[in-house]
């Protein structure tokens, strides 16, 4: 059980498109759900934080009008990288906890591999 | 903010010989998490470490939480190819809600 999806698993885009990436939970409702990115070999990097029903508390330094999270539903989370540039690049994974005893772990999903070309 | 350090960043060992990483917090935990992170993978919950002093085995893992909540650690015993990733320590301050993770050690076995 416990189990995180997510879609794209990897994304090729010009720069100044944007690029909607989804992250679910397929087996358990999840109430908070995280956004980290994280460049090779390097650690992961928190950027926002999402309630189900609630705008998204994001981390110190990173834009909020350029990473748009949306937490629709206990089951979905979606972030948009808009108007996207090379720097953006980057390794973007999500992660979900529930409720009782799926509050104190995160499930992390497969992640998505963003090359802004 | 809070702050998560681990090390060592990388680790080459013999496949057979031990293993630990150590990592520091700056502020006093109310938790910390470790996961393992296999090259091209994603990060995989291990456990969690609530109680101050706890020691936990999986194993041949064993997981430390220091008496001050400030502090953890991962031994391996008898490392196995299997081993090879990278082992974040991830800790939780009072009421955040997020976690802050430690830049991870990498662990490289040769056979």
């Known amino acids: 059980g416990a189990v995180v999806s997510q879609h794209p698993s990897w994304v090729i885009c010009k720069s100044g498109t944007s690029v909607k990436i989804e992250c679910r939970s397929l087996?358990?409702?999840?109430?908070?759900m995280f956004w980290y990115r994280q460049f090779p070999k390097q650690s992961l990097m928190l950027m926002a934080t999402?309630?189900?029903?609630?705008?998204?508390?994001?981390e110190q330094g990173v834009e909020k009008d350029k990473f748009l999270i949306n937490h629709a539903s206990l089951t979905l989370s979606t972030l948009t990288v808009t108007s996207a540039h090379p720097e953006d690049s980057s390794f973007y994974i999500c992660?979900?906890?529930?409720?009782?005893?799926?509050?104190?772990?995160?499930?992390f999903g497969p992640g998505t591999r963003l090359t802004v070309l | 903010g809070q702050q998560v350090m681990q090390i060592p960043q990388y680790q080459h060992v013999q496949e057979g010989e031990d293993f630990t990483t150590y990592c520091n917090s700056s502020?006093?935990?109310?938790?910390i998490q470790w996961y393992k992170q296999r090259p091209g993978g994603h990060p995989v919950f291990l456990i969690q470490l609530v109680k101050s002093g706890e020691v936990k085995k999986q194993k041949r893992l064993t997981f430390q939480f220091g008496e001050a909540k400030k502090n953890s650690s991962l031994h391996i015993t008898a490392t196995q190819t299997t081993d090879v990733g990278t082992y974040f320590c991830?800790?939780?301050?009072?009421?955040?809600?997020?976690?802050?993770f430690g830049k991870g050690t990498h662990l490289i076995i040769q056979p």
């Open positions: 992660s979900a906890s529930g409720s009782g005893r799926l509050a104190d772990t995160q499930y």
């Open positions: 087996d358990f409702q999840a109430t908070t």
């Open positions: 502020t006093t935990l109310s938790n």
């Open positions: 999402s309630n189900e029903g609630s705008k998204a508390t994001y």
């Open positions: 991830a800790g939780r301050g009072r009421g955040a809600d997020g976690l802050t």
